[in-house]
């Protein structure tokens, strides 16, 4: 798998798009996170609120890549996957 360059400059404008994420801790886990999308414009304040163990946590350990997403899932930030970027 190639790693995606990007510039020093990115991220420029801080767009979050989350495309049907579907993550889990470990491979014989449940998912956390099941097909979730939403888009974040860039320079916007959000919070994340629900309730307890409803995956607010987990969707913020998945912008670090901490926690890897499953197949057919992706996050991108300014249009770029993060899972393509060398860590």
Known sequence: ESSLNVEDSWPEKGEIVF???NLRYQPKL???L???SFKIEGGMKVGIVGRTAS???TTALALPR???LDEGSSIEIDGK???KISL
């Open 66 to 68: 901490l926690v890897e």
């Open 55 to 57: 995956g607010k946590s």
């Open 30 to 32: 449940d998912l956390t």
């Open 34 to 36: 099941k097909n979730l």
């Open 19 to 21: 495309k049907n994420v």
């Open 81 to 83: 996957d993060i899972s």
